[in-house]
Protein backbone atom coordinates (compact mmCIF):
# COMPACT_ATOMS: atom_id res chain seq x y z
CA UNK A 1 0.00 0.00 0.00
CA UNK A 2 1.24 3.38 -0.62
CA UNK A 3 -0.18 5.83 1.55
CA UNK A 4 -1.01 9.29 -0.39
CA UNK A 5 0.19 12.24 1.53
CA UNK A 6 -0.58 16.21 1.27
CA UNK A 7 1.83 18.60 3.20
CA UNK A 8 -0.09 21.38 4.92
CA UNK A 9 2.14 24.42 4.94
CA UNK A 10 6.08 24.41 4.24
CA UNK A 11 8.04 25.87 6.88
CA UNK A 12 10.90 24.69 8.79
CA UNK A 13 8.88 21.41 10.21
CA UNK A 14 6.76 21.15 6.83
CA UNK A 15 10.17 20.77 4.76
CA UNK A 16 11.84 17.98 6.92
CA UNK A 17 8.46 15.96 6.53
CA UNK A 18 8.25 16.38 2.27
CA UNK A 19 11.66 15.30 2.17
CA UNK A 20 11.19 11.95 4.44
CA UNK A 21 8.03 11.34 2.89
CA UNK A 22 9.67 11.57 -0.66
CA UNK A 23 12.14 9.32 0.24
CA UNK A 24 10.44 6.74 1.76
CA UNK A 25 8.85 3.54 0.12
CA UNK A 26 5.41 3.30 0.50
CA UNK A 27 4.61 6.62 0.80
CA UNK A 28 3.64 9.32 -1.98
CA UNK A 29 3.48 13.32 -1.55
CA UNK A 30 -0.11 14.22 -4.12
CA UNK A 31 -0.34 17.46 -3.01
CA UNK A 32 0.78 20.77 -0.84
CA UNK A 33 -1.09 23.56 1.01
CA UNK A 34 0.83 26.73 1.58
CA UNK A 35 0.13 30.31 2.91
CA UNK A 36 2.36 32.42 1.23
CA UNK A 37 0.77 33.13 -2.19
CA UNK A 38 4.24 33.37 -3.61
CA UNK A 39 5.34 29.91 -2.84
CA UNK A 40 1.75 28.59 -4.82
CA UNK A 41 2.29 27.28 -7.98
CA UNK A 42 5.73 26.26 -7.45
CA UNK A 43 6.99 22.82 -6.99
CA UNK A 44 6.95 20.78 -3.67
CA UNK A 45 10.12 19.54 -3.88
CA UNK A 46 11.87 22.69 -4.93
CA UNK A 47 10.53 24.20 -1.86
CA UNK A 48 11.56 21.63 0.56
CA UNK A 49 15.08 22.48 -1.24
CA UNK A 50 15.01 19.37 -2.79
CA UNK A 51 14.67 17.77 -6.76
CA UNK A 52 11.31 18.92 -8.39
CA UNK A 53 8.81 16.02 -6.87
CA UNK A 54 6.10 17.25 -9.71
CA UNK A 55 3.48 18.33 -7.10
CA UNK A 56 2.71 22.17 -7.38
CA UNK A 57 1.92 23.91 -4.07
CA UNK A 58 -1.35 25.50 -4.18
CA UNK A 59 -3.10 28.15 -1.88
CA UNK A 60 -6.30 26.65 -2.72
CA UNK A 61 -8.11 25.30 0.18
CA UNK A 62 -10.93 23.88 -1.97
CA UNK A 63 -8.46 22.35 -3.94
CA UNK A 64 -7.04 20.00 -1.39
CA UNK A 65 -10.15 19.48 0.44
CA UNK A 66 -11.33 17.66 -3.30
CA UNK A 67 -8.19 15.85 -3.50
CA UNK A 68 -7.84 12.46 -3.05
CA UNK A 69 -5.19 11.59 -0.36
CA UNK A 70 -5.21 9.37 2.68
CA UNK A 71 -3.33 11.93 4.62
CA UNK A 72 -3.03 15.22 5.46
CA UNK A 73 0.18 16.54 7.96
CA UNK A 74 -0.36 19.80 9.26
CA UNK A 75 2.47 21.61 10.13
CA UNK A 76 1.22 24.90 10.31
CA UNK A 77 1.28 27.99 13.08
CA UNK A 78 -1.44 28.17 15.51
CA UNK A 79 -4.13 30.08 13.89
CA UNK A 80 -4.44 32.42 16.67
CA UNK A 81 -1.09 33.80 15.57
CA UNK A 82 -2.64 35.43 12.94
CA UNK A 83 -5.14 36.96 14.56
CA UNK A 84 -7.93 33.86 14.62
CA UNK A 85 -9.64 32.75 17.23
CA UNK A 86 -7.91 30.23 19.92
CA UNK A 87 -9.07 27.00 18.53
CA UNK A 88 -9.52 28.02 14.79
CA UNK A 89 -7.59 24.85 13.70
CA UNK A 90 -9.95 22.68 15.04
CA UNK A 91 -12.26 23.97 12.28
CA UNK A 92 -9.53 23.12 9.51
CA UNK A 93 -8.57 19.97 10.97
CA UNK A 94 -12.75 19.31 10.69
CA UNK A 95 -12.97 20.40 7.27
CA UNK A 96 -10.29 18.27 6.31
CA UNK A 97 -11.27 15.10 8.22
CA UNK A 98 -14.60 15.45 6.85
CA UNK A 99 -13.39 15.77 3.00
CA UNK A 100 -12.48 11.73 4.52
CA UNK A 101 -8.40 12.28 5.07
CA UNK A 102 -6.71 11.90 7.97
CA UNK A 103 -5.00 14.62 9.72
CA UNK A 104 -2.02 13.97 11.20
CA UNK A 105 -0.49 17.91 13.11
CA UNK A 106 2.58 19.30 15.05
CA UNK A 107 0.70 22.39 15.99
CA UNK A 108 -1.14 21.17 19.42
CA UNK A 109 -4.45 19.27 20.36
CA UNK A 110 -2.43 16.15 21.30
CA UNK A 111 -4.85 15.16 23.89
CA UNK A 112 -7.63 17.48 22.85
CA UNK A 113 -9.87 16.07 25.83
CA UNK A 114 -8.34 18.66 28.35
CA UNK A 115 -10.22 21.62 26.04
CA UNK A 116 -13.67 20.21 27.37
CA UNK A 117 -15.86 17.97 25.65
CA UNK A 118 -17.27 20.67 22.58
CA UNK A 119 -14.11 20.65 20.85
CA UNK A 120 -13.29 16.39 21.02
CA UNK A 121 -17.37 16.49 19.61
CA UNK A 122 -16.51 18.69 16.72
CA UNK A 123 -13.79 16.61 15.77
CA UNK A 124 -15.16 13.23 16.30
CA UNK A 125 -18.25 14.36 14.31
CA UNK A 126 -15.76 15.23 11.51
CA UNK A 127 -13.88 11.90 11.76
CA UNK A 128 -17.35 10.17 11.82
CA UNK A 129 -18.65 12.16 8.75
CA UNK A 130 -15.17 11.20 6.98
CA UNK A 131 -14.56 7.87 8.05
CA UNK A 132 -11.30 9.34 9.13
CA UNK A 133 -8.69 9.81 11.91
CA UNK A 134 -6.87 12.97 14.15
CA UNK A 135 -3.55 12.44 15.78
CA UNK A 136 -1.71 15.37 17.11
CA UNK A 137 2.44 14.70 17.74
CA UNK A 138 5.55 16.39 17.89
CA UNK A 139 8.92 16.28 19.81
CA UNK A 140 8.17 17.84 23.11
CA UNK A 141 5.65 17.90 23.90
CA UNK A 142 4.58 14.52 21.69
CA UNK A 143 7.59 12.30 22.43
CA UNK A 144 9.72 13.67 25.42
CA UNK A 145 7.28 14.12 27.97
CA UNK A 146 4.93 12.20 27.03
CA UNK A 147 5.40 8.91 25.52
CA UNK A 148 9.22 8.98 26.67
CA UNK A 149 7.69 8.50 30.76
CA UNK A 150 5.38 6.61 30.30
CA UNK A 151 7.12 4.14 28.87
CA UNK A 152 9.60 4.08 31.51
CA UNK A 153 7.07 3.35 33.94
CA UNK A 154 7.11 -0.30 32.17
CA UNK A 155 9.98 -1.10 34.76
CA UNK A 156 8.16 0.61 37.70
CA UNK A 157 7.06 -1.02 40.56
CA UNK A 158 6.08 1.89 42.28
CA UNK A 159 6.51 5.83 41.11
CA UNK A 160 6.55 8.94 43.38
CA UNK A 161 6.94 11.69 40.94
CA UNK A 162 7.66 11.98 37.30
CA UNK A 163 10.09 15.05 36.68
CA UNK A 164 10.46 16.04 32.45
CA UNK A 165 12.87 18.90 32.30
CA UNK A 166 13.35 20.83 28.80
CA UNK A 167 16.13 22.85 28.33
CA UNK A 168 16.10 24.57 25.20
CA UNK A 169 18.37 27.55 23.81
CA UNK A 170 16.37 28.81 20.83
CA UNK A 171 19.20 30.97 19.79
CA UNK A 172 18.95 29.02 16.06
CA UNK A 173 15.41 28.24 15.56
CA UNK A 174 14.61 30.44 12.63
CA UNK A 175 10.65 31.15 12.97
CA UNK A 176 10.22 35.39 14.24
CA UNK A 177 6.54 33.61 14.21
CA UNK A 178 7.21 30.71 16.69
CA UNK A 179 9.44 32.85 18.64
CA UNK A 180 8.04 36.18 18.48
CA UNK A 181 4.62 36.20 17.85
CA UNK A 182 3.69 32.81 19.47
CA UNK A 183 6.04 32.37 22.58
CA UNK A 184 6.42 36.26 23.62
CA UNK A 185 9.98 36.19 23.26
CA UNK A 186 11.65 39.87 22.35
CA UNK A 187 8.74 41.38 23.82
CA UNK A 188 8.57 44.40 26.29
CA UNK A 189 7.87 43.37 29.79
CA UNK A 190 4.52 44.90 29.25
CA UNK A 191 3.49 43.71 25.93
CA UNK A 192 4.18 40.18 27.09
CA UNK A 193 1.96 40.21 29.81
CA UNK A 194 -0.74 42.45 27.78
CA UNK A 195 -0.21 39.47 25.28
CA UNK A 196 -0.40 36.61 28.21
CA UNK A 197 -4.04 36.51 28.33
CA UNK A 198 -4.66 35.88 24.53
CA UNK A 199 -1.77 33.19 24.00
CA UNK A 200 -2.64 31.46 27.79
CA UNK A 201 -4.64 28.88 26.17
CA UNK A 202 -1.75 27.76 24.03
CA UNK A 203 1.37 28.04 25.93
CA UNK A 204 -0.18 26.42 28.84
CA UNK A 205 -2.24 24.51 27.36
CA UNK A 206 -0.01 22.61 25.12
CA UNK A 207 1.67 21.33 28.66
CA UNK A 208 -1.23 20.88 30.29
CA UNK A 209 -2.36 18.41 27.49
CA UNK A 210 0.84 16.28 28.29
CA UNK A 211 0.73 16.21 32.11
CA UNK A 212 -2.57 14.58 31.61
CA UNK A 213 -2.29 12.43 29.25
CA UNK A 214 1.18 10.93 31.63
CA UNK A 215 -1.66 11.14 34.46
CA UNK A 216 -4.27 9.13 32.34
CA UNK A 217 -1.92 7.23 31.54
CA UNK A 218 -0.84 5.69 34.31
CA UNK A 219 -4.51 6.37 36.18
CA UNK A 220 -3.72 8.50 38.14
CA UNK A 221 -6.44 11.15 39.19
CA UNK A 222 -5.12 14.99 39.35
CA UNK A 223 -6.60 17.57 41.64
CA UNK A 224 -5.41 20.26 39.54
CA UNK A 225 -2.51 21.06 37.06
CA UNK A 226 -0.67 24.06 38.50
CA UNK A 227 1.35 26.65 36.64
CA UNK A 228 4.34 28.63 37.41
CA UNK A 229 6.21 30.93 35.09
CA UNK A 230 9.60 33.20 35.53
CA UNK A 231 10.67 35.27 33.17
CA UNK A 232 14.54 36.72 32.01
CA UNK A 233 14.74 40.21 30.05
CA UNK A 234 18.08 40.42 28.07
CA UNK A 235 20.72 42.42 29.19
CA UNK A 236 22.37 43.17 25.83
CA UNK A 237 20.71 43.30 22.32
CA UNK A 238 20.69 39.29 21.52
CA UNK A 239 21.33 38.24 17.55
CA UNK A 240 19.31 35.28 16.87
CA UNK A 241 18.18 33.26 14.13
CA UNK A 242 14.54 34.54 14.39
CA UNK A 243 15.91 38.01 14.59
CA UNK A 244 16.87 40.76 17.12
CA UNK A 245 15.78 40.80 20.71
CA UNK A 246 16.45 43.81 22.04
CA UNK A 247 17.80 44.70 25.53
CA UNK A 248 15.50 44.46 28.53
CA UNK A 249 12.74 42.35 26.41
CA UNK A 250 11.90 38.85 26.94
CA UNK A 251 14.95 36.17 26.23
CA UNK A 252 13.87 33.93 28.65
CA UNK A 253 11.08 31.74 30.03
CA UNK A 254 11.05 29.06 32.90
CA UNK A 255 7.21 26.97 33.37
CA UNK A 256 6.96 24.71 35.44
CA UNK A 257 3.42 22.51 35.06
CA UNK A 258 2.31 20.30 37.91
CA UNK A 259 0.03 17.57 38.13
CA UNK A 260 -1.30 17.25 41.70
CA UNK A 261 -2.85 14.73 43.29
CA UNK A 262 -2.78 14.14 47.20
CA UNK A 263 -1.21 18.04 48.01
CA UNK A 264 2.17 16.53 46.33
CA UNK A 265 3.38 17.26 42.61
CA UNK A 266 3.33 13.98 41.05
CA UNK A 267 3.97 14.53 37.25
CA UNK A 268 5.02 17.82 36.57
CA UNK A 269 6.75 19.65 33.48
CA UNK A 270 9.16 22.20 33.74
CA UNK A 271 10.58 23.79 30.45
CA UNK A 272 13.74 26.12 30.29
CA UNK A 273 13.65 28.48 27.28
CA UNK A 274 16.30 30.59 26.73
CA UNK A 275 17.09 33.32 23.28
CA UNK A 276 20.62 32.65 23.88
CA UNK A 277 23.23 30.49 25.90
CA UNK A 278 23.90 33.73 28.16
CA UNK A 279 20.23 33.87 29.49
CA UNK A 280 19.73 33.69 33.03
CA UNK A 281 22.88 31.64 34.16
CA UNK A 282 20.98 31.33 37.53
CA UNK A 283 18.44 28.83 35.78
CA UNK A 284 18.92 25.09 35.35
CA UNK A 285 21.38 23.84 32.51
CA UNK A 286 22.72 20.86 30.53
CA UNK A 287 21.07 18.09 29.45
CA UNK A 288 17.16 17.61 28.79
CA UNK A 289 16.08 15.39 31.73
CA UNK A 290 13.44 12.45 32.61
CA UNK A 291 13.14 11.41 36.18
CA UNK A 292 11.15 8.43 37.36
CA UNK A 293 11.55 8.71 41.32
CA UNK A 294 10.10 5.77 43.14
CA UNK A 295 11.17 1.67 43.14
CA UNK A 296 13.77 1.77 41.01
CA UNK A 297 14.86 5.39 40.36
CA UNK A 298 15.27 6.39 36.61
CA UNK A 299 16.67 9.27 35.20
CA UNK A 300 17.10 9.55 31.60
CA UNK A 301 19.17 12.66 30.03
CA UNK A 302 19.64 13.68 26.50
CA UNK A 303 21.73 16.35 24.93
CA UNK A 304 19.99 19.62 24.92
CA UNK A 305 21.25 20.91 21.55
CA UNK A 306 17.79 19.33 20.45
CA UNK A 307 16.79 22.64 17.96
CA UNK A 308 18.24 21.87 14.83
CA UNK A 309 17.14 17.91 15.33
CA UNK A 310 13.92 18.73 16.83
CA UNK A 311 12.32 20.18 13.94
CA UNK A 312 13.69 17.06 11.71
CA UNK A 313 12.25 15.09 14.96
CA UNK A 314 8.71 17.01 15.04
CA UNK A 315 8.44 15.75 11.36
CA UNK A 316 9.44 12.32 11.57
CA UNK A 317 7.31 11.73 14.40
CA UNK A 318 4.54 12.84 12.37
CA UNK A 319 6.04 11.11 8.89
CA UNK A 320 6.18 7.93 11.20
CA UNK A 321 2.87 7.80 12.60
CA UNK A 322 1.48 7.81 9.02
CA UNK A 323 0.70 4.10 8.71
CA UNK A 324 -0.33 3.42 12.11
CA UNK A 325 -3.13 7.02 11.99
CA UNK A 326 -4.15 5.79 8.53
CA UNK A 327 -4.95 2.19 9.74
CA UNK A 328 -6.33 3.54 12.60
CA UNK A 329 -10.32 3.19 13.53
CA UNK A 330 -11.62 6.65 12.93
CA UNK A 331 -12.04 9.67 15.65
CA UNK A 332 -9.54 10.88 18.13
CA UNK A 333 -6.26 8.89 18.59
CA UNK A 334 -3.96 9.88 21.03
CA UNK A 335 -0.45 7.92 21.44
CA UNK A 336 -2.81 6.34 24.13
CA UNK A 337 -4.82 4.67 21.81
CA UNK A 338 -2.58 3.85 18.86
CA UNK A 339 0.05 1.11 18.76
CA UNK A 340 3.97 1.59 19.29
CA UNK A 341 4.81 3.83 16.69
CA UNK A 342 8.18 3.43 15.24
CA UNK A 343 10.50 4.49 12.55
CA UNK A 344 9.36 1.96 10.18
CA UNK A 345 11.57 1.70 7.30
CA UNK A 346 13.86 4.00 8.51
CA UNK A 347 17.02 1.17 9.37
CA UNK A 348 19.84 2.19 6.74
CA UNK A 349 21.05 -1.38 5.79
CA UNK A 350 24.30 -0.99 4.11
CA UNK A 351 24.71 -2.93 0.62
CA UNK A 352 26.57 -5.51 0.84
CA UNK A 353 30.27 -5.24 -0.41
CA UNK A 354 30.69 -6.89 -3.62
CA UNK A 355 32.67 -10.69 -3.06
CA UNK A 356 35.84 -9.71 -5.15
CA UNK A 357 36.80 -13.28 -5.62
CA UNK A 358 33.60 -14.14 -7.02
CA UNK A 359 33.85 -11.23 -9.12
CA UNK A 360 37.58 -12.86 -10.37
N1 LIG B 1 5.71 19.64 19.55
C1 LIG B 1 6.89 20.00 19.16
O1 LIG B 1 7.88 19.48 19.64
C2 LIG B 1 7.09 21.05 18.08
C3 LIG B 1 8.39 21.42 17.72
C4 LIG B 1 8.55 22.37 16.71
C5 LIG B 1 7.43 22.93 16.09
N2 LIG B 1 6.18 22.56 16.50
C6 LIG B 1 5.00 23.15 15.86
O2 LIG B 1 5.01 22.80 14.47
C7 LIG B 1 4.47 23.88 13.72
C8 LIG B 1 5.46 24.27 12.62
O3 LIG B 1 6.66 24.77 13.16
P1 LIG B 1 7.76 25.42 12.18
O4 LIG B 1 9.02 25.57 12.92
O5 LIG B 1 7.77 24.63 10.91
O6 LIG B 1 7.13 26.84 11.91
P2 LIG B 1 7.50 27.89 10.76
O7 LIG B 1 8.78 27.54 10.10
O8 LIG B 1 7.34 29.24 11.34
O9 LIG B 1 6.40 27.59 9.66
C9 LIG B 1 5.07 27.67 9.88
C10 LIG B 1 4.31 27.85 8.59
O10 LIG B 1 3.06 28.45 8.97
C11 LIG B 1 2.52 28.90 7.80
N3 LIG B 1 1.54 29.98 7.86
C12 LIG B 1 1.54 31.15 7.16
N4 LIG B 1 0.38 31.80 7.35
C13 LIG B 1 -0.35 31.04 8.18
C14 LIG B 1 -1.66 31.17 8.75
N5 LIG B 1 -2.44 32.19 8.47
N6 LIG B 1 -2.10 30.20 9.58
C15 LIG B 1 -1.32 29.13 9.87
N7 LIG B 1 -0.09 28.95 9.35
C16 LIG B 1 0.38 29.89 8.53
C17 LIG B 1 3.61 29.22 6.82
O11 LIG B 1 3.25 28.42 5.71
P3 LIG B 1 3.74 28.52 4.18
O12 LIG B 1 5.21 28.43 4.24
O13 LIG B 1 3.11 27.34 3.60
O14 LIG B 1 3.25 29.77 3.56
C18 LIG B 1 4.85 28.78 7.55
O15 LIG B 1 5.76 28.15 6.72
C19 LIG B 1 4.16 24.99 14.71
O16 LIG B 1 2.79 24.95 15.04
C20 LIG B 1 5.01 24.67 15.91
O17 LIG B 1 4.48 25.15 17.12
C21 LIG B 1 5.98 21.62 17.46
Not at 280 to 305: C, L, Y
Request: net charge neutral; hydrophobic share 40%.
Amino acid sequence: MTYKVIQWSSGNVGKHAVRAVAERTGMKLVGMYVFSADKAGRDAGEIAGIGKLGVKATDDVEKIIAMDADVVLHTALPSLVYGEEPMADIDTFCRLLASGKNVITTVGYMYPQVYGGKFTKQLEEACRLGGSTFHSTGLNPGWMGDLLPVTMTALSRRVDRIHVREISNFQHYPSPEIMFDMMGFAKTPAQFKNDAERYKFWLSGLFRESVQMVADALGVKLDEIREKTERALAETDLETAAGLVKKGTVAGQHWEWAGMAGGEKVIVHETVWRMHESVAPGWPNGDHSIVVDGEPRMEVKFDARWIGDGLQGTAMHAVNAIPYVCDAPCGIKTFLDLPWIVGKGTVHVPKKKADKKKKK
